[in-house]
């Protein structure tokens, strides 16, 4: 026996039983200034809510030539940072109405041209982007690419500039500095640094206040010292393994989710932090994910970093500046109990 299917409602059926015109309720539901009486108003709110009326948001696109939609493209959405901050501007943005698709590119260019090119054809209002190292260190070719994009877009974190579009990112090579000034100060002087090689991203900018930092305490840089990685925990799982061959007595590691790896080589090696090693950190995305190790690390504050990014995407989006506009945010030390002062 074949089911009855409920009807499905229209504006006119709402129309209808609310006594005004279709045209009323459309605006009605869209939020629209009209000249209906308070009262009819929630009326028509109550027979659409009651009738589990949905708004065709396909035809009210093409009406508005607005999707209400943005995208996130992000590197890897297991990287604590940066699913930390994907759910930031996710909550951002539902204040402002607009939903947000966000897209895990695996840190590969490809994926990323391939992401530019479907949310251009889905016609979202703005991208938030977060690029590829690989597409990063590729600078025509990506801008090229960006060159086609015909909403506004803005980079995250990982920026650079000639480009039309809003920036956000820290001061990563401030950070790697910070970091290593705090080791420096504690009495280290045989500091490993886990890094990303990515040529021109964050990666080089924190491993060039590392060097900045030597320098400044006439520490000579020692290639045994330094082990690349890719931001994921693998990679600072093998530096570790790299740096404990070493009569290396601390380490910088130049994020959070290497750090993972790392502390596991140290718990496998039986050393435990700090009495045995002493670790700075980048993120500070673990503190409530570790037991037993509260972390010394370079704060970058996703709150605000995210707050920011909205700030210039909406006023990108309300037509308030069309200027560029770059912000860079200053990132802080956050001391715990990672770090052993050396000779006590």
């Known amino acids: 026996m074949q089911e009855n299917k409920k009807k499905k409602i229209t504006i006119k059926d709402i129309a209808r039983e609310a006594g005004v015109s279709p045209a009323a309720v459309s605006l009605i539901l869209n939020k629209k200034p009209c000249r209906i009486t308070e009262e009819k108003k929630q009326l028509v709110r109550e027979v659409a809510r009651r009738e589990n009326y949905i708004v065709n948001l396909a035809a009210k696109s093409l009406a508005t030539r607005k999707s209400e939609m943005l995208a996130l493209i992000l590197p890897d959405i297991e990287n604590t940072f940066f699913s930390s901050l994907a759910k930031q501007i996710e909550n951002r ?26 949310l251009e054809a889905r016609g979202v ?172 690390t370079i704060v970058q504050d996703i709150k605000v970093l995210a707050k920011e990014a909205c700030q210039l995407m909406f006023g990108r989006l309300r037509k308030e500046s069309a200027e560029k506009k770059e912000v860079i945010l200053p990132p802080k030390l956050k001391v715990r109990n990672s770090v052993w002062k050396w000779g006590l």
Request: hydrophobic fraction near 35%.
């Open 93 to 118: 943005c539902r204040q402002e109405g607009y939903s947000l698709i966000i897209a895990s590119s695996d840190d590969r260019r490809e994926n990323d041209k391939k992401f530019l090119r479907v």
């Open 125 to 296: 209002d703005g991208i938030f982007l977060i690029l590829s190292n690989e597409l990063l260190g590729n600078r025509q070719e990506l801008k090229k690419e960006l060159s086609l994009l015909t909403m506004p877009y803005i980079m995250i974190d990982r920026t650079f500039s000639g480009t039309d579009c809003g920036r956000v990112s820290f001061d990563h090579e401030q950070g790697g500095y910070l970091a290593t000034k705090y080791l420096l100060e504690q009495g280290h002087t045989k500091i490993g640094c886990v890094y990303r090689d990515d040529k021109a991203g964050s990666g080089k900018n924190r491993l060039d206040g590392y060097l900045r930092a030597l320098r400044e305490f006439d520490i000579p840089v020692l290639e045994k010292y330094l082990a690349k990685g890719d931001y994921r925990m693998e990679s600072g799982y093998l530096a570790a393994k790299t740096l404990l061959e070493t009569d290396a007595t601390a380490a910088f590691v130049c994020n959070d989710m290497m750090t993972l790896g790392f502390l596991r080589r140290l718990h496998e090696e039986h050393k435990q932090v700090p009495r045995d090693y002493s670790i700075v950190s980048y993120d500070d995305s673990l503190q409530n994910y570790l037991f037993g190790i509260e972390l010394t």
